[in-house]
């Protein structure tokens, strides 16, 4: 794996398992231990960002991470934010962006599956999906935190977006009949299925018909 940033020379990480762990890796509720990249990757890492820092992989012999089981129970999850795939569609984005003064890419949102040719918030309703044969369980509908509100290239804030969100895509507005949490939407957290049973050597890639094969009739009944 090569690593780049401006003004540093290229990172050469192999992707063969480092020798060293280092204790005390936390993402959210979650803490242990992972696999240490070693000291130059910790120097070029601190260098660029102009404080402490260590590059770290994720030790799955050693450790687990469940994702929230009131959701999908017995799946996992590794250094992902709280699900290992999350669904937005292309149509979703560019309803966003014709309501924003400045239009934003899909990587504020982070998503790892992004699907083209449905209606905006089309993935709201999809309980399950499939991708080149495999089958993906959307879980929950994905509630956003400040993140996207972060230009990717500047960390720069610009709070409209989330701003914009609440007029149109809050648990107030989707959700009526619920509790009113102050959240807003933006997604679909999924796992793979059949993880569980098979979950090694699966690929997909960009092209790849979706076929929806499970759906709610409106985000009000879709797990959030």
Known sequence: ????????????????????????????????????EGQEAANWFSNYLGKPGRLVRFNAASETRPVDPQYANGHKVMFSDGYPFLLLSQGSMDALNNLLKEPVPVNRFRTNILVDGCEPFS?????????????FQGVKLC???????????????????????????????????????????????????????????????????VNVVKMVSSAAEAPA
Do not use: Y
């Open 143 to 209: 509630s956003r935190c400040k993140v996207p509100t972060i230009d990717q290239e500047t960390a720069v804030a610009k709070p409209d977006i989330n701003e914009t969100l609440k007029t149109f895509r809050s648990d107030k507005v989707l959700r009526p009949t619920g509790k009113v949490q102050g959240k807003v939407f933006m997604g679909q957290n999924m796992v793979l299925k059949n993880f569980l049973k098979d979950g090694k050597g699966k690929v997909i890639k960009v092209g790849d018909p």
């Open 123 to 135: 993935e709201d309703l999809w309980t399950e999906i499939e991708i080149n044969k495999f089958a």
């Open 1 to 36: 794996m090569v690593l780049k940033a401006p003004g540093m020379n290229e990172l050469k990480i192999s992707l063969s398992n480092p020798r060293d762990v280092t204790d005390g890796i936390s993402v959210w509720e979650w803490s242990g231990s992972a696999w240490d």
